[in-house]
């Protein structure tokens, strides 16, 4: 595996779950320090779930919520009260128990057909951004045991957008088979930070192949993430690492 990338290897998941959650909160202390608000987008997946269980448990008397700006980095195209919905998934286990504002957390709304549900995500977050850059604070990743990220998918054209912030993609060959509304990489290469979660034994063989000096991006899509100005992490746990 390279030497010189950033990686952070945790004992079990229980410990990258706890690690994960202290960055986050770790991130939005810096982020609200320095520029008066914290722009984040989440992931789906089962690791990030995990953090986020941690986040509501340890820290939701902490936080400054009302300096937070939530994005999705990926969704399905499924209702928020539909069991594969990632914001779904992200209110269960965190954003319910927390006073965050309706206007603080933009849904995707997937109850338009993709292509329009893409570009009007694009435009709400151009709108949020205004003149700036679209520059997240925090863009929380998973990886895909085929190498995807966010819904950037290997074998599908999404992963070669080059001017979109926001596209839509059908599904790649995991589950669930729906469509998704997905941030692209030029989009996730402007963030301030960048970080992959990831745990499990099988998710060994694409971390190890993501991690290789020689990855091919074309096979493993996710090797496409490398912030422009910004930090990029991979966060995992032992059985990850292998
Ligand atoms: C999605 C996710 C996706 C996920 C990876 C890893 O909508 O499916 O955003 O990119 O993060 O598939 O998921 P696991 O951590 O559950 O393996």
């Not at 690690?19 to 690791?47: D, H, K, N, P, Y």
């Not at 965050?100 to 292509?115: D, M, N």
């Not at 099988?202 to 496409?224: C, G, H, T, W, Y």
Request: aromatic fraction near 8%.
């Amino acid at each position: 595996m390279a030497a010189d990338k950033n990686v952070r290897v945790l004992k079990d998941a229980p410990a990258l779950a706890q690690a994960a959650a202290e960055m986050v909160m770790q991130c939005a202390t810096a982020a609200i320090a320095a520029r008066g608000r914290f722009m984040i987008a989440l992931s789906g997946g089962s690791t990030p779930e995990a953090a986020y269980e941690i986040i509501m448990r340890d820290f939701a008397t902490k936080g400054n919520w009302a300096k937070w700006f939530i994005f999705m980095g990926d969704e399905r195209a499924v209702p928020v009260d539909d069991p594969r919905s990632n914001l779904g998934m992200a209110k269960r286990t965190l954003l319910h128990g927390l006073p965050i504002a309706p206007e603080q957390i933009f849904a995707v709304h997937t109850e338009l057909p993709p292509p329009a549900a893409a570009a009007d995500y694009e435009k709400r977050i151009k709108d949020f951004f205004g003149y700036a850059e679209p520059r997240f604070d925090l863009i929380l990743l998973g990886l895909g045991d085929d190498g995807h990220t966010a819904s950037l998918f290997p074998g599908l054209s999404a992963r070669h957008e080059s001017s979109k912030l926001v596209t839509f993609s059908p599904p790649g060959t995991l589950p669930p088979p729906v469509d998704r509304i997905t941030f692209t990489f030029p989009l996730i290469n402007l963030a301030r930070k960048a970080v992959f979660l990831m745990a499990g034994e099988k998710k060994k063989k694409v971390v190890r192949q993501l991690l290789s000096k020689d990855v091919n991006p074309e096979l493993i899509p996710a090797a496409n993430v490398h912030p422009i100005d910004g930090e990029l992490i991979y966060m995992m746990d032992q059985a990850a690492h292998g």
